[in-house]
């Protein structure tokens, strides 16, 4: 409560003392969103035993003031109590997690789909594919997850298709989230001159899988076990950027180029290339390939928000509200990911040990008794569910 309250006090937001305060309809979203039925009956249900458990009077079961409530709500404030989870988390992290004493984090892309209503279609138009009222409004995202601790610092959103709705484009909307010394892991898509220049310009690193040989590119250096130091050439004045904005880029850039042995599926060796702007010396090159196979939990990290989650496919009718689904699904999603955090510091092991779909039940099967219990008993519960 305290930090919703803080929050709101953030960004100015006032409101009167009623049964569905901010703090209350943030709880009720939450439990909405964390539960199976995801209905807004449900979420009043659960406020009226609350309120009727803790001796106040209980609420009409219409839906519709919570509903209200909910909109009266800023995505704003949503999006900043994400953010403020997602960073409480990051700083209390011991270095053990972190990679050579620095925060990683990956991007990565996916899809949501939304109820078929026309302010929907009109901010977020069905696939193309799709013939005319056969489809549903489809939007893509693209997020920044932790890699130590799985929990999501920022999202972008945009429309499936159309100029600047691409994930090189959307990850620009959140470079202001990473610092400088953090480090970024991206697939193919991210082996771009352009990011590259933007994230050294900003202290960032890169590491990335090399999607082609660039021509013009030479070898400056050579290292043992396939690790180069490579020149970059500009490449060509990409399509929609101005000339005055083209020319604020390098006409070179230092870049490694790391071979990665790796085996399939099937056991079967595989080799690929990765690249990174980490041009230092004590960092090797398996370190540098080991540090990108890593890159698939944020595959499995989005497969837990969207399936584990259940947020793919939404239920608002309107983007604004979308939006504060969203929010409130990321929300929920980092504030299990620190209950896992907190339980991997008591038994000594990393994060990414526990599963997440194991802790989302154990932490539902949990939370009705420990709200039911005497206080002096909760802490006792609390134990046990994080053993």
């Not at 009266?72 to 011991?94: D, G």
């Not at 050579?222 to 950027?241: A, C, E, F, T």
Request: hydrophobic fraction near 40%.
């Amino acid at each position: 409560e305290a930090s919703i309250r803080d929050v709101l006090n953030d960004h100015g937001v006032h409101f009167r003392q009623r049964v569905f305060s901010p703090v209350t309809t943030i709880w009720g979203f939450l439990s909405q969103v964390l539960s199976a039925d995801h209905s807004c009956r449900d979420a009043v249900s659960r406020i009226i035993a609350h309120r009727a458990a803790s001796g106040n009077a209980i609420c009409s079961p219409n839906t519709a003031s919570y509903c209200n409530a909910r909109s009266r709500i800023p995505t704003s404030v949503l999006r900043a109590l994400t953010a403020r989870t997602a960073k409480e988390l990051q700083t209390s992290v011991s270095d053990e997690w972190k990679w050579n004493g620095r925060s990683v984090f990956i991007v990565d892309g996916s899809h949501v789909s939304m109820p078929d209503t026309p302010e929907s279609q009109a901010a977020y138009p069905q696939p193309p594919t799709q013939q005319p009222g056969r489809g549903f409004p489809l939007a893509r995202i693209t997020v920044l997850l932790s890699l130590a601790t799985g929990a999501c610092h920022d999202l972008a959103i945009a429309a499936y298709k159309g100029k600047g709705t691409g994930e090189k484009s959307l990850l620009r909307h959140m470079y202001d989230t990473l610092k400088p010394g953090d480090v970024l892991l991206g697939d193919a898509l991210f082996d771009d001159y352009f990011i590259a220049c933007e994230l050294v310009q900003r202290k960032i690193d890169l590491v990335a899988r090399a999607q082609y040989e660039r021509v013009g590119s030479r070898i400056a250096a050579s290292r043992p076990h396939g690790d180069d130091i490579l020149v970059w050439q500009r490449p060509n004045k990409p399509r929609g950027m101005t000339g005055e904005k083209y020319r604020t880029y390098p006409k070179q850039l230092l870049m490694r180029q790391v071979t990665v042995d790796a085996r399939d599926k099937n056991n079967r060796a595989k080799q690929f290339k990765v690249v990174t702007t980490i041009l230092d010396e004590s960092i090797d090159g398996e370190q540098i390939g080991a540090l990108y196979e890593r890159r698939w939990n944020g595959e499995i990290d989005i497969r837990s928000i969207k399936s584990t989650m259940q947020m793919d496919v939404l239920r608002c009718k309107t983007p604004e509200m979308v939006h504060k689904e969203i929010w409130t699904h990321l929300l929920a999603y980092n504030l299990l990911r620190t209950v896992m955090a907190v339980a991997a510091n008591e038994n000594d092991i990393e994060p990414r040990k526990i599963s997440f779909k194991g802790a989302k039940q154990a932490l539902t099967a949990f939370a009705p008794k420990i709200e039911a219990a005497r206080p002096e008993n909760r802490a006792r519960l609390i134990d046990a569910m994080l053993r």
